[in-house]
T-cell receptor, first 114, second 112 residues
Framework: EAGVAQSPRYKIIEKRQSVAFWCNPISGHATLYWYQQILGQGPKLLIQFQNNGVVDDSQLPKDRFSAERLKGVDSTLKIQPAKLEDSAVYLC????????????FGPGTRLTVL | LAKTTQPISMDSYEGQEVNITCSHNNIATNDYITWYQQFPSQGPRFIIQGYKTKVTNEVASLFIPADRKSSTLSLPRVSLSDTAVYYCLVGDGGTGGFKTIFGAGTRLFVKA
C-alpha cells in the first residue's frame, strides 16, 4: 500500500514570497490533516478535511495560509506571504473515517524562510 | 479535547523496559488514548491505541487504569533504534474524523 506522498521535500524561500505544498493521501482515506511542526515541538494541527469539507481550521493563520482539497483527494497548502516564523516542517497525514483514527503521516516538507 | 501531560525526556539503556506515563485528567467518555513515535526527519508513526485496561501489540503495551485519567506506554527491551519522541494523544473519531492535539512529547534516549 502506497503511503502519504508530499512534495516538495525541501523548500527555501525569502520572506514575503509565496510557497505551496502538495499532499496525496492514502487511497480511500476520507480524513486529511495538515500539521506544522517547529523544531523541538510537537506537530500543530493547521487544518483537517473530511472528504473535501473543512472540519477544523481554528489554528490556521487565515491571513496568510490557505488550503484546499479538491475532489476529496489531493490537497495543497499555501502560504502567502511567508514570514520568518513559518520556517518549519509541514506534515500531511490521512486516516480512515473510523473510531480508531490511526493517522498515516507523509515525510513532510521542510520550509526555510530567509 | 483533553490535554495531556508527559515527561519531557527519559534516558534508558539497551535491553531495559521503558515505561512512559501520560496524564489526561479531563479525558472524555468517548476518548481513545493513542501513542505515536517520531524519529528525526520523519512524520509520527502510530504505535498503539486503547480505551481501557491493557492493550498489547508486537511493539508495545498500553496500560490504562479504571479511571482512565492516565496511561502508561511500555516498551519491552528497548534498543538504540527506539530513541525517538513519543506522543500521547486523547481524542475520539466523531463524525468529522479523529481530532487530536500533539503535545511536546517525551524524548526517549536509549544508550548502549
Amino acid at each position: 500500500e502506497a503511503g502519504v506522498a508530499q512534495s516538495p521535500r525541501y523548500k527555501i524561500i525569502e520572506k514575503r514570497q509565496s510557497v505551496a505544498f502538495w499532499c496525496n493521501p492514502i487511497s480511500g482515506h476520507a480524513t486529511l490533516y495538515w500539521y506544522q511542526q517547529i523544531l523541538g515541538q510537537g506537530p500543530k494541527l493547521l487544518i483537517q478535511f473530511q472528504n473535501n469539507g473543512v472540519v477544523d481550521d481554528s489554528q490556521l493563520p487565515k491571513d496568510r495560509f490557505s488550503a484546499e482539497r479538491l475532489k476529496g483527494v489531493d490537497s495543497t497548502l499555501k502560504i502567502q506571504p511567508a514570514k520568518l516564523e513559518d520556517s518549519a516542517v509541514y506534515l500531511c497525514a490521512s486516516s480512515l473515517r473510523d473510531i480508531r483514527g490511526e493517522q498515516f503521516f507523509g515525510p513532510g516538507t521542510r520550509l526555510t524562510v530567509l | 479535547l483533553a490535554k495531556t501531560t508527559q515527561p519531557i525526556s527519559m534516558d534508558s539503556y539497551e535491553g531495559q523496559e521503558v515505561n512512559i506515563t501520560c496524564s489526561h485528567n479531563n479525558i472524555a467518555t468517548n476518548d481513545y488514548i493513542t501513542w505515536y513515535q517520531q524519529f528525526p526527519s520523519q512524520g509520527p508513526r502510530f504505535i498503539i491505541q486503547g480505551y481501557k485496561t491493557k492493550v498489547t501489540n508486537e511493539v508495545a503495551s498500553l496500560f490504562i487504569p479504571a479511571d482512565r485519567k492516565s496511561s502508561t506506554l511500555s516498551l519491552p527491551r528497548v534498543s538504540l533504534s527506539d530513541t525517538a519522541v513519543y506522543y500521547c494523544l486523547v481524542g475520539d473519531g466523531g463524525t468529522g474524523g479523529f481530532k487530536t492535539i500533539f503535545g511536546a512529547g517525551t524524548r526517549l534516549f536509549v544508550k548502549a
